[in-house]
């Protein structure tokens, strides 16, 4: 009787290891950057990760996460998250909309672009509707990027109910100046060549 019973116990554990492995880990990021003075917690030797990451990599173990560390600055600012768009000077926002992007464009060239952050993609509800806009998509290769594929995709199922998202308002604390014109370009004065023609 004792056998049968331990013999049983030992299947139902094996049961649960399996079940356990099977399940995917979790990705994490771990990013640290210093500008100046790194603390030595997080600062790497002879390209090892630091002692924060060994605390990460056992505690991973235990939880099931994989973590990747990274002091590359890039995996944000630049990859497939950028692309070329022909952006425009958007004005006159109305307050109910739920901001998902917004432009900030300090490295675009022009005086049309010296203004704060503006909204380019927002959603709202109108009535018992929803209304999803996005300012992208005036190049063919925007329409083949993953990202404007994603932030597409996702907008058309919010809009279709597909899935369920809050939109509150949020205009105020993600582009609170959004509304602020760029200055205005003066004309340049023709010439007397010009005038003749």
Not at 3 to 27: D, M, Q, R, T
Not at 155 to 168: F, R, T
Request: charged fraction near 25%.
């Amino acid at each position: 009787m004792d056998k049968k019973i331990s013999v049983a116990l030992c299947v139902l554990f094996l049961a649960s290891g399996f079940a356990a492995s099977a399940a995917p880990k979790k990705k994490i990021l771990f990013f640290t950057k210093s500008s100046g003075f790194e603390h030595p917690v997080i600062s790497w030797k002879d390209g090892r990760p630091g002692y924060a990451e060994k605390v990460l990599l056992t505690l991973g173990e235990k939880n099931g996460w994989e973590f990747a560390f990274s002091k590359d600055g890039s995996k944000f600012s630049r990859g497939e998250f950028a692309f070329q768009e022909e952006w425009y000077s958007l004005k006159d926002f109305t307050p109910d909309i739920h901001v998902l992007t917004v432009i900030d464009a300090p490295a675009m060239k022009g005086i049309e672009y010296q203004r704060p952050p503006y909204p380019t993609t927002w959603a709202r509800k109108e009535g018992k509707g929803r209304v999803w806009f996005s300012a992208m998509g005036h190049r063919e290769d925007v329409w083949t990027n993953p990202n404007f594929q994603n932030i597409l995709v996702g907008g058309i199922k919010w809009a279709l109910g597909e899935v369920n998202a809050d939109v509150p308002p949020n205009l105020k604390e993600t582009a609170p100046d959004a509304s602020t014109n760029p200055p205005y370009p003066e004309p340049k004065p023709t010439t007397s060549s010009q005038k003749t023609n």
